[in-house]
């Protein structure tokens, strides 16, 4: 597809149960985001990758939050141990990479996934 | 730290009437900065960026975006504001040193017929 792609759009699960969200960047773009955008609120950054650098997780929020991204491509969000106030739409997003010059280049999201902790 | 502000939490304007979304920043050298928009239950679509050297940007659907440096500014404007234009709209900062889009808060837009 010409866009990223993010799957499920929703998800609905129990208190304690593990969930994983998934991210398909636009092909050729090395760098890739992943966001939390609670009700009301704007958007915390979570994970980032670009190439095959280490990634910078310095925005997860616990250590039950962590990120994959297998080949470059294809990015994986775990939760492990979801909690009610995980509850939030979770957006992707993907860009060339952001430096030597091309700071100004944006960054295309999904259209998120959309949790529900019960 | 690199940060931006989005001052007001919702604009509202009539149909027909320009409208502004303001937002300012707050980076250490040249500022990258963008307009995103958010309509119901969909995700972020990009609308304009600041290019260096272009105090006036023009970007998708009409919008435009004028940078003040003086002032730390980079306002969302339209001319002529169309109630499909209601939406959330974001404002966001490439910190120079690093990759990832610091986001404001948003700004609720309604544009009443």
């Known amino acids: 597809g010409a866009g990223v792609s993010q799957s499920p759009s929703n998800k609905v699960t129990e208190k304690g149960k593990d969930v994983e969200l998934r991210c398909d960047p636009i092909s050729g773009h090395t760098a890739l985001y992943w966001y939390r955008q609670s009700l009301g609120q704007g958007l915390e950054f979570l994970i980032y990758?670009?190439?095959?650098?280490?990634?910078?997780k310095s925005g997860l929020p616990s250590d039950r939050f962590s990120a994959e991204r297998t080949g470059g491509s294809v990015s994986t969000l775990t939760i492990q141990r979801t909690q009610q106030e995980d509850s939030a739409v979770y957006l992707c997003a993907s860009s060339l990479a952001p430096y030597r010059g091309r700071g100004n280049t944006e960054a295309f999201f999904g259209q998120g996934t959309r949790l529900t902790v019960v | 730290a690199q940060s931006v502000a989005q001052p007001e939490d919702q604009v509202n304007v009539a149909e027909g009437n320009p409208l502004t979304v303001k937002c300012t920043y707050s980076v250490s050298g040249n500022p990258y900065l963008f307009w995103y928009v958010q309509y119901p239950n969909r995700g972020l679509q990009f609308l304009l960026k600041y290019i260096t050297g272009d105090n006036l940007v023009k970007g998708s659907y009409g919008f435009e975006a004028e940078f003040n440096k003086s002032q730390t500014s980079f306002h969302l404007k339209k001319p002529s504001a169309l109630v499909s234009d209601s939406a959330l709209y974001f404002c966001a900062v490439r910190p120079h040193s690093g990759y990832a889009l610091n986001f404001g808060k948003g700004t609720s837009l309604l544009v009443t017929p």
């Open positions: 990758f670009q190439g095959n650098s280490a990634p910078d």
